[in-house]
């Protein structure tokens, strides 16, 4: 899968999903929203609703699936429900399974790591971070726990919750342009 996209379900943690996509396109990323259903519009876990840049059908059409590099990411946001809905979507577990194979780079943030990178089949030996109390899933995988704001391991990123929304986009804007594009952006924000 070419490009870098983050995925919505309802019940997902908004501020972890809008930080994120507001780090990367700050940055010069041409990060898209996909609704995982056959519309574009995708309630939070706050009851706030979002129109996606595009609908799972649509992201299905226009995307340019095959090799990949570490620079194409899917993001998947935490919250609840919001988390255990991707995971169940099997389209796009499938997808995200080929795309790390591939040597993509997956990103999750909160529940998401837990419940949704847990799939994949082998993160034995891989640091990530997730919401406390999420940890088990992933130490029952043979992942590394590591609790600290936002963990990168080759092409993973995991960050722990919503207060690490923005260093979480940060981390994917960086793995993705660099030090210096990141450094821009945080000088702009003032950080």
Not at 71 to 100: C, E
Not at 105 to 118: E, F
Not at 154 to 164: A, D, E, K, L, V
Request: glycine share 12%; with cysteine.
């Amino acid at each position: 899968m070419k490009g870098t996209y983050i995925f919505l379900a309802d019940g997902f943690e908004i501020s972890e999903a809008l930080t994120t996509v507001n780090m990367l396109r700050r940055g010069g990323v041409n990060v898209k929203t996909v609704s995982i259903y056959d519309d574009r519009i995708v309630t939070s876990s706050n009851r706030i609703p979002v129109v996606a840049d595009m609908a799972f059908g649509e992201f299905r059409a226009s995307t340019s699936f095959g090799p990949c590099l570490a620079s194409d990411v899917m993001i998947f946001p935490g919250g609840m429900p919001g988390s255990a809905n991707l995971a169940a979507f099997r389209k796009l577990m499938d997808i995200m399974i080929s795309h790390y194979a591939e040597g993509g780079t997956v990103a999750a943030i909160c529940a998401a790591p837990s419940v949704v990178l847990t799939l994949l089949p082998d993160i034995k030996g891989k640091k990530m971070t997730c919401y406390d109390g999420f940890e088990d899933a992933i130490v029952a995988k043979g992942g590394e726990y590591v609790r600290e704001g936002v963990v990168t391991d080759g092409n993973m990123i995991t960050g722990r919750g919503p207060g690490w929304a923005q260093d979480f986009g940060l981390a994917i804007l960086s793995h993705i342009k660099g030090k210096e594009v990141t450094e821009k952006v945080k000088a702009d924000l003032m950080l």
